[in-house]
């Protein structure tokens, strides 16, 4: 890992990096993790704990690792959890140092990882800065988190106002064109309003009305 881990910060990362060193060095830094375990894992169980199966979870153990690298990179107990999800029709099993946390919320987390990817790929595909306003990485990071932060916004408007049938471009489109209008957001995004915003030839807002 480039930085040191966050203390109490969650790492929910799929099997492509199960890393036991990496992960003990979460374990060490009071930092929680959530991974898919490979089949090829091998581990001793030592505690079962009680699980409800109508909420899709098959087990939640308290386990030592056993092979022979593995055991050395994480000496400690570590917490696995196994779920079937009925949508896809088939089980995960999952690792984790977080103990505290009931079982089908570290199920959850890991399914909302994938929510969370695809939400970052759409900003790498349809994130637009023309130019900075400053050069220094403080200032690149900082303009690069206020796009991020208003397209996490545009995301939060889109879900509050049911706005299901919009794409999340096609709001920052909307927005983009009615950003000096005074106009309840309703308004803006009533259907007959944003067919003819969304079809306009021009992309230069007008300063005056002739």
Same mark, same amino acid.
């Given at each position: 890992?480039?930085?040191?881990?966050?203390?109490?910060?969650i790492?929910v990362?799929?099997?492509?990096?199960?890393?036991?060193?990496?992960?003990?060095?979460?374990?060490?830094?009071?930092?929680?993790?959530?991974?898919?375990?490979?089949?090829?894992?091998?581990?001793?169980r030592?505690?079962?704990?009680?699980?409800?199966?109508?909420?899709?979870?098959?087990?939640?153990?308290?386990?030592?690792?056993t092979?022979?690298?593995?055991?050395?990179?994480y000496?400690?107990? &570590?917490?696995? !959890?196994?779920? =079937?999800? @009925? /949508?896809k029709?088939?089980?995960?099993?999952?690792? #984790?140092?977080?103990? *505290? +946390?009931?079982?089908?919320i570290?199920?959850?987390?890991?399914?909302?990882?994938?929510?969370?990817?695809?939400?970052?790929?759409?900003?790498?595909?349809?994130?637009?800065?023309?130019?900075?306003?400053?050069?220094?990485?403080?200032?690149?990071?900082?303009?690069?988190w206020?796009a991020?932060?208003?397209?996490?916004?545009v995301?939060?408007?889109?879900?509050?106002?049911?706005?299901?049938?919009l794409?999340?471009?096609?709001?920052?489109? &909307?927005?983009? !064109?009615?950003? =000096?209008? @005074? /106009?309840?957001?309703?308004?803006?995004?009533?259907? #007959?309003?944003?067919? *003819? +915003?969304?079809?306009?030839?021009?992309?230069?807002?007008?300063?005056?009305?002739?």
């Amino acid at each position: 890992m480039n930085s040191c881990p966050e203390p109490g910060s969650i790492y929910v990362m799929d099997r492509g990096y199960l890393d036991f060193e990496r992960l003990f060095l979460l374990h060490q830094c009071f930092a929680f993790f959530i991974i898919r375990s490979k089949r090829n894992t091998r581990f001793r169980r030592i505690y079962s704990h009680e699980i409800d199966k109508e909420t899709g979870l098959r087990c939640d153990q308290t386990i030592i690792l056993t092979g022979v690298k593995s055991k050395k990179y994480y000496p400690d107990k &570590i917490r696995r !959890v196994k779920f =079937f999800d @009925k /949508e896809k029709d088939r089980s995960f099993s999952f690792l #984790s140092n977080n103990f *505290i +946390l009931p079982a089908l919320i570290i199920a959850e987390l890991y399914k909302c990882r994938w929510k969370v990817e695809l939400f970052f790929k759409w900003i790498k595909q349809h994130l637009r800065i023309k130019s900075f306003y400053g050069t220094s990485e403080n200032a690149v990071k900082t303009q690069i988190w206020i796009a991020v932060s208003a397209y996490v916004l545009v995301a939060i408007v889109k879900k509050q106002m049911k706005l299901d049938d919009l794409s999340l471009y096609t709001i920052l489109q &909307i927005l983009s !064109v009615t950003l =000096f209008e @005074k /106009e309840p957001l309703l308004q803006v995004f009533e259907h #007959s309003r944003y067919n *003819i +915003l969304t079809t306009t030839q021009s992309k230069q807002l007008k300063l005056f009305d002739y």
